[in-house]
């Protein structure tokens, strides 16, 4: 696929000022202003968030301009959706008319539509312990693993980004859909003013005035607005500060252990968690696997300012016999880190500003709840934009400001979520019952979506329902007083499984079980006609939903 850069000599366009100066350089070896561009919105960073918030501008009538610091294809991390995250992405192709966001929303029709885009097949989420075992035999098999399946069968699933194939296409598509694109461009200077915000970008040898009357920064953690309005980050409340080391490898043979289970164990997001620390891994359908290291800093205080290789070397130590799948696999390029994972910024918004979820902070890839965070964040952006008309006229965005405050609301939840799962990493049972509030969290915020209910589950864990998410904070609370507790492992986790249990009762809609053994959950149907009433709904409109989603033979139920 091929990108074609909006770089500075083109002629001026149509969604550019018919007034733009042109100004040539007379000094060798001097940058200057080359020419001025007018702009209705400006987004910082080309990925997948950047290209869609772009599209929907588009929609909206805006002239739209995305400045990218590198260049495309680039090398990223695998990433991995949920059925969640799905959904908001089939909620935005429907509301803004991006009919082929369907294409990605699931394994089966990405096969089918894109065959020479790589994905990975991922049906559920998959856990391991290598951390601290038992002396003695574990009695429960939530003691060493935990399988929750995430959709019935292969066709139906979840997928694994390969962001490098992924971002190239959706930047196509809002080139097609009129957007403009310079790589290589960094932001320089900005300047706020009443009416506008001005920009230098340095592009190449040269220098671009810009004025813009929005920013949308996109750029993920290495936030061009922080940067340009010097902007700090602060620590999270409940997460530890962590460090990282990953890389994409080729020769990753799965010998997860499972004595029985819902679906392939490695077809998933797979978590191994070890002292201090857990091992990704997202296999992909062309033989290659995106895997990394997550370290505490307290955990592991010296081995942050070691290399990557050495980082990576040391995970395999601690992984034990699950390291015997990585002895034959070589890293397709050398191994990267990052020396701080997770970060918040202190201001997030202005009257002309705003970042996305994904640059204004970010916890932990624990639970994937990044996706879905961003989604919900461009969905509160996007229904905030003036029209294009009355933005000229001096309108504002109506609802930034809120939209920036449920999104601190959702950090802040996922941050004592992920905190907690932090805490309990050494009791990988009392870790395996916690994750339980975030499965049924999410799974019953999805059926009452696709019920045409989402104000029984507003915002992203609750966000937006403050009964709801205060009871879940205090849970965490719950949680981490037993697991401090002065007493047998076993009663610490009974005390947890009880106040889990308790808490997701009422949107418990998948069958969740703490008690279950073995410690599976396959993506069975029955639970969701059993427990209708939580979402104010029938087994007859459950039906209709199943056959309508695909998730149910006319045959059946």
Request: glycine share 6%; charged share 20%; net charge neutral.
């Amino acid at each position: 696929m091929l990108i074609v850069s909006q770089g500075a000599y083109r002629a001026i366009g149509p969604h550019e000022s018919a007034t733009a100066n042109f100004t040539r350089a007379q000094v060798p070896g001097v940058l200057m202003i080359k020419a001025r561009y007018d702009w209705d919105l400006v987004i910082f960073g080309s990925g997948f968030a950047g290209c869609l918030m772009a599209m929907i501008a588009r929609k909206r009538g805006y002239r739209t301009l995305i400045l990218e610091r590198h260049q495309h294809p680039r090398i990223t991390l695998g990433e991995s959706t949920t059925p969640l995250t799905n959904l908001l992405l089939e909620e935005l192709a429907v509301t803004y008319e991006l009919d082929f966001l369907h294409s990605l929303t699931r394994w089966g029709r990405w096969k089918k539509t894109h065959p020479a885009m790589k994905v990975g097949l991922k049906r559920g989420f998959t856990f391991y312990s290598h951390s601290n075992p038992p002396e003695t035999e574990p009695s429960s098999s939530w003691q060493k693993e935990l399988m929750v399946a995430a959709s019935p069968r292969d066709d139906l699933a979840d997928t694994h980004w390969w962001r490098e194939d992924l971002d190239v296409f959706l930047l196509e598509k809002a080139i097609e859909h009129g957007v403009h694109y310079w790589d290589q461009s960094q932001p320089m200077m900005w300047e706020e003013h009443p009416n506008h915000i001005q920009l230098h970008v340095h592009q190449r040898d040269e220098v671009h005035r810009i004025s813009t009357h929005l920013v949308i920064d996109a750029s993920g953690g290495a936030s061009a607005v922080a940067s340009l309005a010097k902007i700090p980050t602060k620590p999270l409340k409940r997460t530890p500060q962590t460090f990282s080391a990953y890389s994409h490898f080729e020769g990753m043979t799965p010998k997860l252990r499972s004595s029985a289970f819902p679906y392939p164990p490695h077809q998933a997001a797979v978590h191994q968690l070890i002292p201090g620390g857990w091992i990704w891994t997202l296999h992909f359908d062309h033989q290659v696997a995106s895997a990394g290291v997550v370290f505490s800093e307290q955990q592991h205080p010296s081995l942050k300012s070691k290399q990557p290789e050495i980082i990576w070397q040391e995970a395999m130590k601690l992984a034990g016999n699950a390291a015997s799948s990585w002895s034959q696999a070589q890293p397709l390029y050398p191994l990267k880190k990052l020396e701080r994972v997770s970060f918040i910024h202190q201001r997030v918004h202005g009257s002309r500003w705003i970042m996305l979820p994904s640059a204004a902070g970010f916890v932990d890839p624990l639970l994937s709840t990044g996706f879905p965070m961003t989604l919900l964040g461009i969905q509160r952006i996007a229904q905030g934009l003036p029209k294009a008309e009355a933005l000229v006229q001096g309108e504002l965005p109506s609802s930034w400001e809120q939209a920036a405050k449920w999104n601190q609301r959702e950090m802040h939840l996922a941050d004592e979520l992920i905190g907690t799962l932090y805490t309990c990493m050494d009791c990988f049972e009392c870790f395996a019952t916690t994750t339980l509030i975030y499965f049924a969290s999410v799974s019953y915020a999805e059926t009452v979506r696709r019920l045409s209910k989402p104000h029984l589950a507003p915002g992203f864990l609750f966000s937006e329902d403050a009964s709801r998410s205060d009871a879940m904070l205090e849970l965490l609370v719950t949680i981490r007083q037993h697991k401090a507790m002065n007493a047998p492992r076993a009663q610490k986790w009974e005390s947890i499984r009880k106040a889990v249990f308790e808490f997701m009762e009422p949107i418990n809609v998948i069958g969740l079980d703490p008690w279950k053994e073995p410690a599976h959950f396959p993506a069975s149907m029955d639970p969701l006609f059993e427990n209708a009433f939580k979402c104010e709904s029938s087994p007859q409109a459950i039906r209709s939903m199943l056959l309508r989603e695909g998730m149910l033979a006319c045959e059946d139920g």
